[in-house]
């Protein structure tokens, strides 16, 4: 029996999709959804369509074909009977090569630049602050213009080193040329060596693996013997002496193994027109580093300035009033604290720095858009195809940027019950 105060349940009518809010919104997004897919739909078939009109097809065949043409600063080896789909890994390892290197530099820059700014001493808080304002406010293609153009036109050629009396001179005893067709530097070579591993599209050397390795144990030893050391301290309040034992364990085992494979440097020599030997820095890859890496710097800076004008004055003075220095409180109250606000937007800049290296067609520097997006589309004429797996490309590594600095972001932020 129904109770006469229980008021009467509504029947469901189609109207109530547009006029109760209850299903508003879920109708608004399925008529979206609706749209969505319908545009989708059409601009497939669309593509389809124009391309059966031209008598073409969608097909990746074309990456299994000869590529013909030379790749001037590669990783891997690679001539120009290779295929398309070899080239086309050649220039994203480049890609990669550069975001990483230009990633770390622009983020030492933008630190120490960043903390500079907020510097009591006037002069170097203004020199700063005109390199910040003069560098972000400036494109970047200019700037790599313009670092490309200095070193080809203000650099020696390699013909001014010989002689008995040469007008150019190597740097830093005699290991260091650099030239108007780019710097080469010592390489490292193993007289005992280990070989390398053939995975099939390239080799890894057995040699870089075992360094890596040996590194890694080496950090994990030493994060465990401070682990052991604020134990000791913990329990008894005075810290034991590790910074012996730190050096030891950091420093030893490397040291071992370098001699173990006989490491010793490549020297470039200057052989006939040009210097051999040793590893050769091209000024396309040069220029496109120092502009990303300086551009770059200065958002990173302004980031990092931010992050610590958001940290209370509080934490400064009862940092001093502890006892600790001017540095000691910057590296261990403020920055720790700052992270947590200079790490969301410093993953912007990274993803940044990594889809900007695709101006690197501007210095002849072939990268993933030199190759695949550049001359592999030209010959091949798949543009459609070509330009779909770049884009592929480039999400991929732009998401697996953002999902490693979100994990480091999740560990560093404050910890709430």
């Not at 080496?218 to 401070?226: P, T």
Request: aromatic content about 10%; charged content about 15%.
């Amino acid at each position: 029996m129904a109770d006469i105060t229980t008021p009467p349940k509504d029947s469901f009518r189609l109207s109530m999709l547009i006029y109760d809010t209850r299903y508003r919104s879920l109708t608004i997004q399925v008529v979206f959804m609706f749209l969505l897919m319908a545009g989708a739909t059409w601009l497939i078939n669309n593509t389809i369509y124009n391309l059966h009109v031209l008598g073409k097809d969608f097909s990746y065949t074309f990456l299994w074909s000869r590529a013909g043409y030379d790749i001037n600063q590669r990783f891997i080896a690679y001539n120009s009977d290779d295929t398309h789909g070899r080239a086309m890994l050649v220039g994203l390892l480049n890609t990669l090569f550069i975001a990483f290197i230009s990633c770390v530099a622009a983020t030492v820059l933008g630190v120490i630049a960043g903390v500079l700014r907020l510097s009591k001493n006037w002069v170097v808080a203004k020199l700063m602050a005109i390199y910040v304002e003069s560098f972000r406010n400036i494109p970047l293609l200019i700037w790599i213009l313009v670092i490309f153009a200095v070193m080809t036109e203000a650099a020696p050629a390699p013909s001014a080193f010989r002689g008995a009396d040469p007008s150019a001179h190597m740097w830093f005893f005699d290991s260091v040329a650099v030239t108007n067709r780019g710097v080469y530097i010592p390489e490292p070579l193993f007289a005992r060596s280990l070989g390398n591993i053939d995975l099939g599209i390239f080799l890894v050397s057995t040699d870089l693996l075992a360094i890596i390795a040996v590194m890694v144990l080496s950090i994990l030893g030493y994060k465990r013997l401070q682990r052991n050391a604020e134990k000791v301290q913990n329990a008894s309040g005075i810290r034991p002496v590790t910074w012996w034992k730190s050096a030891l364990i950091l420093i030893a085992p490397i040291v071992i193994l370098l001699v173990a494979l006989g490491f010793h440097l490549g020297y470039p020599e200057l052989k006939g027109f040009n210097f051999r030997g040793g590893v050769h820095a091209r000024n396309s890859l040069i220029a496109l580093w120092a502009a990303l890496s300086i551009y770059t710097g200065a958002f990173i800076a302004e980031i990092v300035r931010a992050g610590i004008l958001a940290i209370s004055r509080g934490q400064t003075e009862a940092s001093l009033a502890l006892g600790l220095k001017p540095g000691q409180t910057m590296n261990l109250v403020i920055l720790p604290q700052a992270l947590r606000v200079i790490i969301p937007p410093m993953i912007s800049e990274y993803l940044n720095i990594t889809k900007n290296t695709s101006l690197a067609i501007a210095v002849g520097y072939m990268d993933l858009r030199a190759t695949l997006g550049g001359i592999t589309l030209n010959q091949t004429g798949r543009e459609l195809e070509a330009m779909l797996l770049m884009m592929g490309i480039y999400l991929v590594i732009s998401l697996s940027i953002s999902s490693v600095m979100n994990l480091y972001n999740r560990s560093v932020k404050l910890k709430e019950r």
